[in-house]
């Protein structure tokens, strides 16, 4: 039979520990071990839920009656856009629910195949190459974030989806803005419209002089409009810019802050694969999502009622001592089926397997080139992305030994 929840709400933690750069918020352990599924208060005055348990949390991402819709969601933290939202724009599947989410879905699941990433390998491995090649020539002190991690992921969206590569920086800036979580609402729609502008030209390029490349595929499509092109063409080149370079970046920093881990992964190329799933958990750099129930849901012995905002601590889940053993830990060797790092259900990341080769490759690549590799600062001084949506590390100064 469910039961009443406890009578005090929770707010929303948010606070790291100092010196903890890649733990969760502290609160949500002490949350996650006294209810993993606790009563959360809301800066506008809602009452809905917090999921911080992994049983929870994949439960919830995988049900149907949880929308994603962002009109009916309340926002947990007090610096926030103003709530209601209105609804997703033309072609943002993160905001829509079936079925106009798996009709976009399906036009797009073929793309991203495992089969089909994987033959991408070669060229993601060229880029790397020359990335690295580049990192020896301007020796030691350099950004990892700006000379490694963000240019890798970022050529290999763009010559998936057919993307200038030349006009990088042109659009850098607003998808920077818009995962930035406390930019002004103003800010966040110039940002918007300044990429919705570029990929609407290029829909059009690619309507009248198809190339091969993925966003020149979907413009033939007599079953997609012109909005819905230029929404998913947006959609696409945001996540694909921004996610993978953070993974990067900070799993950079985390081998760099347990060189024993970085040594497994110099001198045993088979973990790669493991490898990139633990550092997926343990990092979970898309610690948050938030849902709102559709009709009455019991789990865990409470009824979420429908119209309530549940706020799913995906970063937390990760670190469910329930799930895994010594969650805290960082091991390279570790079993991690079931981390949600890529998120669960059918709003799972449908660039998961385009982010995992990318990882696979860049990562080992390079702290087999510089096995030397260290930060050039103090760990403390590194700065963090904080007040971003997908968190990690805002630059890495690193250096090495040169021969």
């Known amino acids: ?29 002490t949350i996650q071990e006294r209810q993993p599924l606790a009563r959360l208060s809301f800066p506008d005055g809602h009452t809905g839920w917090l999921a911080t348990g992994h049983s929870a949390v994949r439960a919830l991402l995988a ?37 106009q989410h798996t009709r976009f879905r399906r036009k797009l699941m073929g793309k991203f195949t495992v089969r089909r990433m994987r033959q991408l390998s070669e060229r993601v491995a060229e880029i790397t190459e020359e990335h690295l090649d580049a990192l020896e020539r301007s020796g030691p002190g350099t950004d990892l974030v700006e000379a490694y991690a963000r240019p890798i992921p970022a050529l290999m969206i763009c010559e998936l989806l057919g993307v200038p590569y030349a006009d990088r920086d042109a659009f850098q800036g607003n998808v920077t803005t818009m995962f930035t979580s406390d930019a002004p609402m103003e800010a966040r729609t110039a940002a918007m419209q300044g990429i919705d502008e570029f990929i609407r030209g290029l829909v059009r390029e690619k309507r009248s002089a198809p190339a091969d490349d993925l966003l020149s595929d979907l413009t033939q499509d007599p079953d997609l409009s012109e909005d819905e092109l230029t929404g998913l063409g947006g959609l696409l080149l945001a996540a694909g810019l921004d996610t993978t370079a953070n993974m ?24 790669a694969d493991r490898a990139v799933e ?5 990092l979970t750099v898309a610690g948050t999502t938030i849902r709102s129930a559709l009709a009455d849901i019991e789990i865990d012995g409470q009824v979420i009622r429908a119209g309530e905002t549940v706020v ?29 790092g890529f998120g669960h259900g059918a709003h799972q990341c449908l660039g998961q397997q385009l982010a995992r080769v990318e990882l696979k490759i860049a990562m080992p690549a390079l702290f ?34 040169e021969e």
């Open 1 to 29: 039979m469910p039961h009443e929840p406890s009578a005090q709400p929770v707010a929303m933690p948010t606070e790291r520990r100092a010196g903890c750069p890649f733990d969760p918020a502290h609160e949500l352990a």
């Open 63 to 99: 049900d149907p009656r949880i929308s994603v819709r962002y009109e009916l969601l309340h926002y947990p933290y007090p610096d926030g856009p103003e709530f209601p939202l209105p609804p997703a724009p033309v072609g943002d599947m993160l905001g829509l629910d079936a079925p």
């Open 248 to 271: 990067i970046a900070h799993g950079a920093f985390a081998l760099l802050s347990h060189p024993k881990q970085a040594e497994l992964l110099r001198t045993e190329p088979d973990l």
């Open 278 to 282: 633990e550092l997926m958990r343990y």
């Open 312 to 340: 799913l601590s995906l970063d937390a889940a990760n670190r469910d001592p329930a799930k895994f053993a010594d969650p805290d830990s960082l091991d390279l060797r570790r079993e991690t089926a079931g981390q949600l």
């Open 368 to 401: 087999t080139r510089f096995p030397t590799l260290r930060l050039a600062v103090a760990p403390e001084a590194v700065r963090l992305r904080t007040n971003m949506n997908i968190y990690g590390v805002v630059n890495l100064p690193v250096a090495w030994d």
